[in-house]
């Protein structure tokens, strides 16, 4: 499965209770049920008015399929082409493999 991001613009997100937060996870939890193994959150990050979330998925309509059941917003959808670190600085001889 290919990484995504998945910036969604929700007004607000850092002011939401921790009920709220509950629910959100809930719905989406049980519509990733539905979806089957097409897609697998990994995890989110809420800002003050921004949640950016991480999914591993099969492509991006599954993404856009599950905000759309959801019913939150999914306004840019990012795949992940590379991930680097700090470790990423150290000269390729001296890395671990």
Known sequence: MKKF???RDIPGAGRMSAAD???????SC???????????WVESFVTDDKVYCVYRATDAEIIRRHAELGGFPAN???EVRAMIGPTTAE???GRKS
């Open 91 to 93: 000269p390729l001889q």
């Open 30 to 40: 049980a519509v990733l049920r539905d979806l089957g193994e097409q897609a697998q």
């Open 76 to 78: 840019r959808i990012s």
């Open 5 to 7: 991001i998945i910036e």
């Open 21 to 27: 937060l509950e629910a959100v996870s809930q719905k």
